[in-house]
């Protein structure tokens, strides 16, 4: 009994640790880094798009908005990785899948007109739609940092 419950808080322990680096699901949105100070890097949250004007991210740590009108560049690329610490904590044949994180970098002009940055990660569901959108809205075009990436979103 007491090998089995320490067996499974092990477990537990791979599963959390390995969610920390997991990529996010769904419409979540992780603000990863920048030049913003009043958000920690690693923030998760979501991106309010509905707006014709701006795009908003908000998290219990704070927000901020990307006017689409200042935003002067679109840059998206991948990294992928295997499953370790699930393979290692359910199964082996989880080595053989890959995640994928979905990056996007923007940069753009704060009201101060200064010159700012943000990667934000998005959910590997709302990649094309939200790609899209920030083309469309800002004018500018995604510039892809390979032609896998490309090829990933559906643009080859």
Do not use: C
Not at 75 to 80: I, K, R, V
């Amino acid at each position: 009994m007491h090998s089995r419950r320490s067996f499974l808080m092990a477990a537990s322990a791979l599963l959390i640790g390995a969610r920390s680096f997991a990529a996010v699901r769904g419409d979540e949105v992780m603000y990863v880094g920048g030049t913003l100070t009043h958000i920690t890097d690693r923030t998760e949250g979501r991106v309010d798009l509905s707006s014709t004007t701006e795009a908003v991210f908000n998290s219990r740590k704070g927000s901020f908005a990307l006017a689409y009108a200042r935003i002067s560049s679109l840059e998206y690329g991948q990294q992928a990785g295997r499953r370790v610490g699930v393979a290692i904590a359910i199964n082996p044949l989880f080595l053989f899948s890959k995640k994928r994180k979905h990056f996007l970098t923007v940069g753009y002009t704060d009201a101060e007109g200064q010159t700012q940055g943000a990667v934000l990660e998005i959910g590997k569901k709302r990649v094309r739609a939200v790609l899209d959108l920030l083309e469309t809205r800002s004018g500018k075009q995604v510039e892809y940092e390979s032609e896998e990436a490309k090829k990933h979103v559906g643009n080859e």
